[in-house]
């Protein structure tokens, strides 16, 4: 049925066909009009559910939006890569119940920076509230976080999504067992430091027939993990099957006990120096921590009987334990080490590069590379993830990995937080932040007290670098060979590397390293007595 505008001659028809334009556009003029008034851009709002907190504390407020539910879009959280999910950061101060906090188009984000950009679609969305300051990671315990939920946004027609914080993340309680044991100590010299309690917390792998031979005294062997490894990674070392387990209690293996560090700290893995943001944790390590495992597990408790051994993170430590406190220690195995020299810090030469985001020709400077040398993620990607999760928008606070050296190298501000070596925006290089850096400059370290250091480490550096580190680390590992190699007096220093190999690759099994091992410690006993 015709209406009567469509009614009519042919020459009407034309005009009833503009007429029905005219007025489905006004419509949709007015239509437009009632939306727009009422419009809001889109946002999150948070809240927190009551009895999560004794009082309202300050940190970060994470949101992560995922295409999928499992695993929680929360385990996400400061992994590079642009095929993730996005991930948008916050400061929240004094957040408790009562409070809302809103996520919107002022929060920054990664890989995408604004929520704006969000493509529309189906999303899982989950937020964490990041706030002990004991613990700087979102997985620490006493953090809080949301249910998974199910949203369908769209930011061009905005609106409101409402999340509350439901859960907190319960303390850490390990179970022991025969071969492994946990240690919680109260540190004076952090506690000290910090102006509020803090501990020192690791893992103890016993060895065989321990309980049996209560009169035998142990070496001890300190273990440190790549970034960030919590010291109840012993339970996986110990699983049944592990290659360190059947090397570890073997019959023909060599006794003594590991001490496994805790990655965790104020700023990220605290790197166990002496720092002027974490604190004086080299000397807690040495002062306190050693001398309290060696007491109760009944170890030797002399210097020729401790050795050192890490892997990435735990490279660059037992390298800088090793010279930092040269008559404590007896031995460092080290692979894979963290950049042990500043001129090639990844990729950047802190003392005359002019950005670290940037290189020298003006391209994007990669941050790691794959099996076949194609960039995995840049300078910048890498450091805006960090970005995201740090207080302040900066990836000094972060609690990641550029966080975590930042803290352990650099100076400490005004405002009590580390000073960046570089803008977290522009990635424009602090030259005022460099000079204190030096102090943590393994090589430059060693150069400059070669005379003193090198009677005391001659023999005891043990290098396994892979020669296509994923993180570039083997340029800062040639360069520290160059010195080494003419160091006089010797350092006798042994380094492997693996052609076309890459990180963690250790040129060793774990059966040989615990022989060279003690080998090293009964020769040192051997000749004390």
Not at 192 to 215: K, N, Q, T
Not at 484 to 512: K, Q
Request: glycine content about 10%; charged content about 25%; aromatic content about 10%.
């Amino acid at each position: 049925m015709m209406s009567p505008a469509d009614a009519g001659c042919s020459v009407c028809g034309r005009g009833g066909a503009m007429w029905r334009k005219a007025a489905w556009l006004a419509f949709v003029l007015v239509l437009n009009g009632r939306e727009i008034s009422n419009w809001t851009a889109l946002r999150f709002e948070v809240t927190m559910a009551p009895g999560l907190l004794d009082a309202p504390q300050t940190g970060r407020l994470l949101l992560v939006l995922s295409s999928r539910s499992e695993p929680e879009p929360r385990f996400a959280i400061g992994r590079p890569g642009l095929g993730g999910p996005f991930v948008f950061g916050r400061d929240a101060a004094e957040f408790g119940p009562g409070r809302t906090v809103v996520v919107d188009d002022a929060a920054i984000g990664v890989p995408l920076e604004r929520l704006a950009q969000v493509p529309p679609g189906e999303y899982f969305a989950q937020a964490v509230f990041m706030w002990n300051p004991e613990i700087r990671r979102p997985d620490a315990p006493g953090n809080l976080y949301s249910a998974v939920q199910r949203v369908r946004l769209d930011p061009r027609r905005g609106g409101t999504i409402r999340i509350e914080l439901t859960y907190r993340i319960p303390e850490e309680s390990p179970e022991e067992t025969e071969h492994v044991k946990f240690v919680k100590l109260p540190s004076r010299l952090l506690s000290a430091f910090h102006g509020r309690p803090m501990y020192l917390r690791a893992g103890v792998i016993l060895p065989r027939d321990y309980a049996r031979e209560p009169e035998r005294r142990y070496p001890l062997r300190i273990h440190i993990g790549g970034y960030g490894t919590r010291y109840t990674h012993v339970l996986r070392m110990m699983a049944e099957g592990s290659e360190f387990r059947r090397a570890w209690l073997a019959d023909d293996a060599p006794r003594m006990i590991l001490l496994h560090l805790d990655g965790a700290g104020p700023y990220g893995d605290p790197y166990y120096v002496n720092s002027a943001n974490n604190g004086p944790y080299g000397d807690a390590l040495v002062q306190e921590l050693i001398p309290y495992v060696e007491r109760r597990f009944r170890a030797i408790g002399r210097p020729e009987a401790r050795v050192l051994d890490g892997g990435s993170t735990g490279g660059w430590v037992v390298l800088a334990l090793q010279i930092f406190y040269p008559e404590v220690f007896n031995g460092a195995w080290a692979y894979c080490p963290d950049s042990v020299d500043f001129r090639a810090f990844q990729l950047v030469n802190i003392y005359e590069d002019e950005n670290a985001y940037v290189n020298r020709y003006g391209f994007e400077r990669p941050s790691a590379r794959d099996d076949r040398g194609d960039v995995r993620f840049t300078m910048r990607h890498e450091c805006q993830v960090e970005n995201v999760m740090g207080m302040g928008d900066s990836y000094t606070m972060s609690g990641g990995q550029w966080g975590a050296w930042n803290a352990a190298y650099g100076p400490r501000g005004a405002d009590g937080r580390p000073v960046p070596l570089w803008d977290p925006k522009t990635g424009r290089i602090n030259r005022d932040a460099v000079e204190h850096w030096k102090r943590y400059d393994l090589r430059l370290v060693l150069e400059r007290n070669w005379p003193t250091l090198g009677p005391k480490l001659r023999g005891k550096l043990r290098i396994w670098m892979g020669e296509a580190d994923d993180y570039f680390l083997n340029n800062a590992v040639y360069l520290l060979e160059e010195f080494l190699n003419r160091a006089d007096p010797p350092a006798d220093a042994r380094i492997v590397y693996g052609p076309r190999r890459g990180h963690c690759w250790r040129g060793a099994s774990e059966r040989e390293i615990l022989r060279e091992m003690a080998e090293v410690i009964e020769r040192a006993l051997g000749r004390a007595h």
